[in-house]
């Protein structure tokens, strides 16, 4: 699948800046290069995911979710706690 971006549109702005506070708090994995690339591995907690999302949909003015459903991420790549 081609994503295509185009950087004058807002709502396009906006989701990106939704999905990046999402993951507010994740190390930068970049000093984890591996021969192989950079490894995809999510260093916050289902908890603080969901308060991230919180906080992102509280701005937004959207309903607030009490929990996140599943699936979410992989069990192996979501730390618990």
Known sequence: ???????????????INFIVDLFKGQTNQI???ISQGVPNILDLSKEKI???LQEV???????VSND???P?????ALREG
């Open 68 to 70: 996140l459903q599943e």
């Open 50 to 52: 969901l308060e991230n």
């Open 72 to 76: 979410f991420f992989s069990h192996s």
């Open 1 to 15: 699948m081609e994503l295509k971006f185009d950087s004058k549109l807002d709502f396009q702005i906006e989701v």
């Open 31 to 33: 000093k984890k290069i």
């Open 57 to 63: 949909q509280k701005r937004n003015g959207s309903p």
